[in-house]
């Protein structure tokens, strides 16, 4: 974790000022992978391209400490509250500074600046009339002699059906019901086990319908000047359509910001309202200057980083208090949102310890890069996305490894070679009478990467991650090719002034993609600049029209003469073993792997123990040799020709009877009998659009049952980068039914159906797209049939599966 230990920044005049922040995450428990990429890991990728760029940039966050959930871990763990935030505070810390997230101030809401900054704020609020009393009945414990928070009681839950015994005051973890206190049925105190009474008491709620006119004012504008995400704006808009409603600013709970008013001085903020006003006393830490961050709007941008599900505090309760205060704060222009990160098609849970958790990603052998980039390439942007263990041996293999650590190190490792082989470990001289822009291929390239290096400045500005991390890896991509069609082994042998201009563009390249990629891979990008013997400091910069005019001519980047440092490879195979291996160890809750782990344990002793044959004799355990089987040699090959792709024709096409998004279509492959296949494909295109139309069909997967009905094989689709399109690959319309669509240059059966297992559809599907022509394309070879290729109708550049 990066925190500057020089003069803190503070905004300067005629600089884009960028003040950014991640929800603060709870300190009850060590963060799982959806907390890191929906909040912490987001902001850091923005933090990193602001500072690539040259803005002046902090980047604040903290641990969230304060409230009942911190009570009662600290109950089951027969601690005080601060022991267990300081116990966590110092687990959350150790996992950010492995995933290299680059706060400038990571600090913690427990602080005195937290008890100033709220009780500043809560008496300008009162002082202005936004505030207003009102009494509530609450649960009390007479045996504790206090009220008791919603976490502090369980009971039975009064849903019919349900009826689990140990339902929270706040939900119940069985059905997933929100509950109130009073609700639950035979309630007792978590504490003593006793039962409680209901008692008056009285509470501060803040007046959010009397602030109702301000707060739409700042929304109307702020969203448009922002790009407000999406589904911020949506569950904004729910928030005010449904009305605004006051609501409690206090609790009776020991463990917060005292409430600055003697009526009410046994009483605690409320989480939600000391929460945000962390983001204030962090900065506080950082500087004592930080009212120039906070209190400047006309000069300084707040950006927001966080999970759905706190979108409502950020847009609506924590705007609403700073304007209550009547003064002028630096308000969020800009909020990203992301929405959950499915664990293998489950939900992760800190509660549950179900999932890969920070301190589990630390302990595999797999690099933090790799994390890094599986997590931002998954970054659910649009819908909830899965982390699945395939997935991320497919991604790793198939796109850091072949893709972008073949291209870095084919280029290097050929320059290192000795001269009469390469170049010596030396960037070549590029004769006067060749050049990059006479040159098809060269000029080619540039003028790709030219476009690309724009695209992506306009993604990471809109703060579309996902969406910059692919245009970069677009590049790898085209360095790839670029390699390929120029032959520069050849070359090296027949036209040597040309290798020279090739080898120099494709190590400029190589320095583009550190770059660019340094927000999301930054010690891939440390390794890169170590292998190209450049220093990180002085020539890690996009930060005005010069530098980034510069990368626009490859050939130019790299200064001839150079001396590069020592090639390596940049990514390491994730193995089927080791995914088996992982997937069985982080399989069940986090209770259940320390079960298993014992179990094992006391497997493996009795392994090592010798045991009696009956007969006084004692033999060990084990199998003999003679009993031990070979396996088979080689694996065969992933290729493209495994695939049987085939020509088919939509007879029929109709809604899923049991699921809303769904068709169920039957298609005639060229066999006797049509096959059935289901597709998620309703929101996206009519079904009368369905109907006796030619489709791209995958026919060798393993048939599977989608809501009760068996799928035979897979339509082919593309999508747009955030799938809110998507199109049918078409084969030409005199394409024959049934016929096998083919790759130029690539021959070789289909397996009859494809292993699960292997991986090998998940691991080709990586590289087919559409190109800018709309051809249908694994990597830049077209899918083609005898009248010709498959296209889609619109959607260029798009992924198709």
């Not at 884009?16 to 709870?26: F, K």
């Not at 190190?409 to 006067?432: C, M, W």
């Not at 800018?772 to 830049?780: I, Q, R, S």
């Amino acid at each position: 974790m990066t925190e500057d230990r020089k003069s803190p920044k503070l905004p300067v005049e005629g600089k884009r000022n960028i003040l950014i922040t991640s929800a603060l995450p709870y300190v009850n428990n060590v963060p799982h992978l959806g907390n890191i990429i929906g909040c912490v890991l987001s902001a850091d990728v923005f933090a990193r391209y602001c500072r690539l760029r040259g803005y002046n940039v902090i980047y604040m966050c903290g641990t969230d400490e304060y409230g009942t959930a911190t009570e009662t871990k600290a109950l089951e763990e027969n601690c005080s509250p601060k022991e267990i935030c300081d116990k966590y505070h110092a687990i959350h810390k150790e996992v950010y500074d492995w995933f290299n997230i680059s706060f400038d101030k990571f600090g913690r809401t427990s602080s005195p600046e937290q008890t100033e900054a709220c009780q500043s704020i809560f008496k300008k609020i009162f002082d202005n009339k936004w505030l207003s009393e009102r009494t509530v009945e609450q649960l009390y414990c007479d045996t504790c002699e206090r009220f008791l928070a919603d976490r502090l009681v369980e009971g039975t839950c009064p849903t019919p059906g349900c009826e689990y015994d140990s339902a929270r005051g706040d939900q119940c973890d069985k059905c997933g019901k929100l509950l109130n206190p009073t609700e639950l049925k035979n309630p007792r105190c978590k504490v003593c086990k006793s039962s409680p009474r209901l008692r008056d008491t009285d509470h501060l709620f803040l007046e959010l319908p009397l602030l109702k006119d301000k707060l739409e004012q700042y929304i109307n504008k702020m969203s448009v000047d922002g790009s407000w995400s999406q589904n911020a704006i949506q569950i904004t808009n729910a928030w005010l359509r449904n009305g605004l409603e006051r609501r409690c600013i206090t609790r009776d709970l020991k463990w917060g910001v005292p409430v600055p008013h003697e009526k009410y001085s046994n009483k605690v903020f409320y989480v939600w309202f000391d929460a945000p006003i962390g983001y204030i006393s962090i900065t506080a830490c950082y500087t004592p200057e930080w009212e120039k961050w906070w209190k400047n709007p006309e000069n300084v941008e707040l950006f927001q980083f966080m999970g759905k599900d706190n979108v409502p505090f950020h847009t609506v309760i924590f705007p609403s208090t700073l304007l209550g205060t009547g003064e002028n704060w630096t308000l969020m222009k800009t909020i990203s949102v992301t929405e959950y990160l499915k664990y293998e098609s489950g939900k992760f849970s800190k509660s549950n310890g179900i999932g890969v958790f920070g301190n589990d990603a630390k302990d595999t052998n797999i690099p933090v890069e790799v994390w890094r980039y599986y997590l931002l390439t998954n970054r659910p942007e649009v819908s909830d996305t899965d982390f699945t263990w395939p997935d991320l041996q497919a991604k790793l293999n198939s796109e850091l490894l072949n893709n972008l650590g073949n291209f870095i190190n084919r280029v290097l490792s050929f320059i290192a070679k000795p001269e009469g082989q390469g170049y010596n470990s030396i960037i070549p001289t590029v004769p006067d009478d060749v050049s990059g822009d006479s040159h098809d291929l060269t000029k080619k390239l540039a003028d790709k990467v030219s476009a690309y290096l724009d695209q992506y400045i306009e993604a990471m500005e809109k703060v579309k991650l996902k969406q910059g991390l692919k245009i970069a890896m677009s590049i790898s991509g085209e360095g790839n090719a670029y390699l390929q069609e120029t032959a520069f082994w050849r070359l090296y042998k027949e036209n040597q002034p040309l290798c020279s201009l090739v080898m120099k563009t494709a190590a400029g390249i190589a320095y583009l993609l550190a770059c660019l990629l340094e927000p999301f891979m930054p010690s891939f990008t440390l390794e890169v600049f170590k292998q190209l013997n450049l220093s990180v400091e002085t020539h890690l910069s996009l930060s005005d029209d010069k530098d980034v005019d510069r990368v626009r001519r490859p050939w130019d980047i790299l200064s001839a003469g150079h001396k590069i440092g020592t090639p390596k490879p940049l990514f390491k195979e994730l193995k089927d073993e080791e995914l088996e291996f992982y997937k069985n160890k982080f399989a069940g809750s986090q209770a259940d792997r320390v079960v298993r782990a014992e179990a094992e344990n006391v497997a493996e002793q009795l392994k090592k123990t010798k045991v009696s044959d009956g007969k006084g004799k004692k033999k060990a355990s084990g199998k003999s040799s003679n009993e031990t089987k070979n396996k088979a040699a080689a694996e065969q090959d992933i290729t493209i020709t495994r695939l049987d792709i085939r020509v088919g024709l939509i007879k029929k096409a109709e809604k899923h009877p049991d699921a809303d998004s769904l068709y169920v279509e039957e298609i005639d492959v060229g066999e006797e009998q049509t096959r059935t296949v289901v597709s998620g494909l309703v929101k996206y295109i009519p079904v009368e659009e369905m109907q006796n139309r030619k489709v791209c069909v995958l026919c060798n997967l393993k048939p599977a049952a989608m809501r009760g009905i068996k799928s035979q094989a897979m339509v082919l689709a593309a999508s747009n980068d955030d799938h809110t399109k998507v199109e049918l690959v078409e084969p030409p319309s005199s394409a024959r039914v049934g016929e096998r669509i083919t790759f130029p240059g690539h021959e070789g059966n289909p397996d009859e159906l494809l292993n699960p297992k292997k991986k090998v559809w998940e691991t080709l599907q990586v590289d087919l797209h559409s190109n800018e022509e709309l051809v249908a394309c694994y990597k830049n070879i077209p899918l083609t049939t005898s009248a010709g290729v498959c296209k889609v109708s619109s959607i260029s550049r798009g992924s198709i599966r």
